[in-house]
Every structure is written in C-alpha cells, then in structure tokens.
C-alpha cells in the first residue's frame, strides 16, 4: 500500500525539497547575466566574486556554473549549468522526487518505491514509501505507512525503525533527518493542534512527543523549526526540542491566513530561511533571535516562493520561479522552469 502522507502532499504543491511529486517542464531559455551574491562562500570549486555589500538588492536572473541548481525534467536531473543525468527509473515508471548525494541520487517513483542510484548508474531499491535525506548526506529515512526506517548512506545499512504510536496507515511523513535524529509528523492523530510531531532518536531509541506545533524542519541535537501559537493565539516560530509553552521561546509575527509555510536551517545553524506563507516573500532570521523568541526577519526580495535547502550559505528558493538568496538579501533568479521539482544537494 502507498501511503497518502497527507503533510507531504501539502507540501508538494509548493516545491518543497526532498518530497514533491510531479515532473518538470521543458526547460527554459537562459536569462541574463548573473547578480552576484556577495555575502555569502562561493561552493566548493567555484569561482570566488570580487564583489562586496550587505545592501539588498532586487532579484536579477543568472544563469552561471556557479549558481548551478538542479531540477527534475521528467526522468533526467537538469542543472542550471546544462548538465544532463538520466536517472535509472524502473521501465513504465515516473519519478516523483529526488536528492543528489555525493555516491548518487536517492529518488522515489510513482511505483511507490525508494530508490539509490549509485554513479555508475547501477540502482538499488530501499523500500516503499517517502524519503527525506539528512543535510550531510550520510542519514536516509524512509517512512512506509506507519513506520519509519532509518540508514546509512551510501551503503544502506539500517540504523534502525521505529512505529509511530497511534498511527493509522498512510498517517505519519518523514520531515527531516539529522544526524541520530529523525522528525516525524501526522497530521492525522487527533491533539490540540494540527497533528503530532515525534522527534525519535535511533542510537538511543529516546522519543519526544508533540502537540500544538507544526513542524517545519530538524535542525542538530533534536531541535524542531516550528510554528506554534502564542497564549493569545498569535502565530509564532520557535527552535527548540520543546513545544511552545514547555520550555520553548516563540517569536510571534503575523502570517497571512492560507498557503502553506515552510523552513530550512543553515549548515553552520545560524539562520533560519522561513516562508510563513508560499503566497508572500520568504524571510531570512537569526536562529539566536528564534530561541530569544525575537521575530526580526530580513525579507527577501522575491515575489514569493518557499525555502527548498542550503546550497553553502546561500538559499534555494522555489515556487513560481527558482532563486538563490544570500544571508543579506541578495538574490539572483534561476533558468528553471515555473514549479519544477529542486532536486537538493546533501553533502
């Protein structure tokens, strides 16, 4: 049996990393000239800019090997620098979501299976189910109709599983793995808000159960980027292990009501990259001003769109259109279809 994952299909009309469905459109034309995104590292290997300001500037087109970013196009990973990489789908079968790792790619089917494909093309099946990939590309989850499955990558070796108590098939999704760490959500379970969030550790097998929040991501140690409410109601957004109310700080901004939001934390875990709805503009916010629950975000100037993953420190954005967005709001657009599915890098 596929399981629905209700929290994931939300998602998936948004173009969030790691879990959508649905293939990509012929790719476009390249736009112009790349902006530079100077406040951030260049990647590993590429070219380092010259220039510097912290000033931020209205999103421009790029279309260079430095911004490269890659998307599903039906069954092949397109990147922005005309790479081309057909992956290794079973025959009859459409890929629903995808992430590179350094061995390969881990993907999901629309057979509802999981899949590693290796560099040399050779693939391997993991289980039915949905997949989320830990940020450094060494932790796989796969979550089947009420159980998650965790292992090592590249050699899949399983770490371990855990039930989610309570569960009813096709309920519970995979959020995020992180190190020992795994985030679980169902939307399905009755509580006091929109569903039950497990952060389950598998090394020690020490589970955390909550209610009233609405996970976003996992951040190291067992953290949750979350949104909850505050004593009066008021949205707000916490990182912390703990709910809102039992030991967290939540800092309350106003969200507009509809479209769904989502989140992404920074590899050195100083930033946060929010969008509290897919419909506005995502923010960047210090994650020391979330656990001081302090709510100063720096916009980003885009149209709208929601955070995908981390390419260094710099953001992918997706949605209508594809950015890539530095600490300071300098953000550069990307030939890449409306709507495709990010393929994120982890590693």
């Not at 560099?119 to 932790?139: I, N």
């Not at 509809?258 to 503009?281: E, K, T």
Request: charged share 15%; aromatic share 6%; proline share 8%.
């Amino acid at each position: 049996m596929v399981a629905k994952h209700l929290h994931q299909a939300l998602l998936a009309g948004v173009t969030v990393a790691m879990v959508i469905s649905g293939c990509a459109a012929d790719r476009t034309a390249s736009a112009g000239a790349a902006a530079p995104l100077p406040s951030s590292p260049p990647a590993a290997g590429s070219p380092t800019s010259t220039a510097a300001s912290s000033a931020p500037a209205a999103a421009a087109t790029a279309s260079t090997a430095e911004l490269t970013v890659k998307y599903l196009a039906g069954n092949t990973v397109a990147g922005t620098d005309e790479s081309r990489i057909r992956l290794a789908a079973p025959p009859g079968t459409a890929i629903t979501a995808a992430t590179e790792i350094a061995g390969g790619f881990v993907f999901s089917a629309d057979d509802g299976f999981v899949y590693l494909q290796a560099r040399d093309g050779s693939r391997r099946r993991v289980g039915a189910g949905q997949f989320t990939v830990s940020p450094d590309g060494t932790r796989l989850a796969v979550m089947s109709d009420v159980t998650v499955s965790v292992y090592a990558l590249p050699d899949l070796l399983r770490l371990g599983a855990y039930a989610v108590p309570g569960a009813t098939p096709g309920g519970p999704s995979a959020i995020g793995v992180n190190g020992d760490w795994v985030l679980l959500f169902d939307a399905d379970q009755p509580s006091d808000g929109p569903g039950v969030t497990v952060v389950w550790n598998v090394t020690t097998h020490a589970s955390v159960r909550l209610t009233g929040v609405y996970p976003l991501t996992l951040g190291t140690g067992g953290d949750v980027l979350q949104r909850a409410l505050t004593a009066s109601g008021r949205p707000c957004y916490a990182l912390a292990a703990e709910r809102h109310g039992t030991g967290a700080t939540c800092a309350p901004t106003a969200r507009p009501a509809g479209g769904v939001d989502s989140g992404a934390l920074s590899p050195d875990g100083r930033y946060a990259a929010i969008s509290v709805s897919n419909r506005i503009a995502p923010v960047v916010v210090h994650t020391a001003d979330l656990r001081a629950g302090r709510w100063k975000p720096i916009t980003l100037p885009v149209p709208s769109g929601t955070p995908v993953y981390w390419a260094g420190m710099d953001v992918v954005i997706g949605g209508d259109a594809t950015y890539r967005c530095s600490v300071t709001a300098r953000c550069a657009r990307l030939p890449i279809p409306p709507d495709a599915a990010i393929v994120p890098y982890a590693g």
